[in-house]
């Protein structure tokens, strides 16, 4: 069984900053699992993808948060990573981690960020 847990939510000013973290059950950087993402979910909207990693580091950004987040990832920990900046009220929402592992997608129970004004 595939656990995900994700920390390091809370509430923070606009503009500022917060690092997440999403801690696996598994090696995150073998060939058995491919991919991983960060994702989040306003109130009301439908879950966003945000940002992704392959196994060989290779990362991509959707258009709504390149240059303000950053994904990396510490294999030794077997944790990625979310750096987020400038961070806006829009940005309010549940964010979700996600690692297809064995071809099957597990999803962490998310963690809350509050951007306030």
């Known amino acids: 069984q595939v656990q995900l847990v994700e920390s390091g939510g809370g509430t923070v000013q606009a503009g500022g900053s917060l690092r997440l973290s999403c801690t696996a059950s598994?090696?995150?950087?073998?060939?058995?699992?491919?991919?991983m993402a960060w994702y989040r979910q306003a109130p009301g909207k439908q879950r966003e993808l945000l940002a992704t990693m392959t196994n060989g580091g290779h990362t991509t950004y959707t258009d709504v948060v390149k240059g303000r987040f950053t994904i990396s990832r510490d294999d030794s920990k077997n944790t990625l990573y979310l750096d987020m900046k400038a961070l806006r009220p829009e940005a309010t929402a549940v964010y979700y981690c996600?690692?297809?592992?064995?071809?099957?997608?597990?999803w962490g129970q998310g963690t809350q960020v509050t951007v306030s004004l």
């Open positions: 598994i090696p995150i950087n073998d060939f058995n699992t491919n991919f």
């Open positions: 996600s690692a297809r592992h064995w071809g099957k997608e597990y």
